[in-house]
């Protein structure tokens, strides 16, 4: 199972989204879905969504593994819940006028090492913000591996620094040694020297 720290940065973004205050009654449905050996994969990202936003983020998906039946029959549900509110709400099906989307989550985030080290990370705040930092600091982790720009400026200044909370440090430090243990955080072939340190 292929998924890294790129799906991550999805994932952080949708539920930022999710977990701002006026979005708390949207059913949007969220499944994390894929074959039985990304069991481990998929419990690693609960754990740290857990660990870092709280149960109510957790709530916003549903994991399944190998059962792509109960994959279809969760999405055909996720689909008439949807139906449901739009009816109820008088909102069109073709767009959603009504999801909240802080301009946070319209702006790209280019990565540098000057706003890697300066993204806030802590626990104290509104679990919405935290997942768009934790979003842009995926980001920048996928830049620094991938992307030409960012390659180029790790190789120019050494590995992006990331700092926050020491919880939220220690688990996103665990979590990217699992990536780098599973061959998550480089292209296939290719030796991974990592782009970023964790600083707490």
């Not at 591996?145 to 430090?173: H, S, T, W, Y």
Request: charged share 25%.
């Amino acid at each position: 199972f292929p998924g890294g720290v790129g799906t991550l940065e999805e994932l952080l973004y949708l539920l930022g989204i999710l977990l701002h205050p006026d979005n708390a009654e949207q059913p949007v449905p969220l499944l994390l879905a894929g074959p039985e050996s990304a069991v481990d994969y998929f419990t690693m990202i609960d754990q740290f969504i857990g660990a870092t936003l709280g149960a109510d983020a957790q709530s916003r998906y549903e994991i399944i593994t190998g059962n792509p039946e109960e994959v279809a029959r969760q999405a055909r549900l996720g689909k008439d819940r949807v139906h449901d509110f739009r009816r109820q709400t008088k909102d069109a099906y073709f767009f959603n006028w009504q999801m909240h989307i802080e301009p946070e989550f319209q702006r790209p985030f280019h990565a540098t090492h000057e706003s890697m080290a300066n993204l806030e990370l802590r626990l104290d705040m509104e679990p919405h913000m935290l997942a768009a930092n934790l979003r842009r600091a995926f980001s920048g982790l996928v830049a620094g591996n991938i992307r030409d720009e960012g390659i180029q400026a790790i190789e120019k200044f050494g590995p992006f620094e990331i700092r926050g909370d020491q919880i939220i440090m220690r688990q996103l430090d665990a979590m990217l040694a699992a990536c780098v243990a599973q061959g998550r955080m480089r292209l296939p072939g290719k030796p991974y020297t990592p782009c970023y340190r964790i600083v707490s």
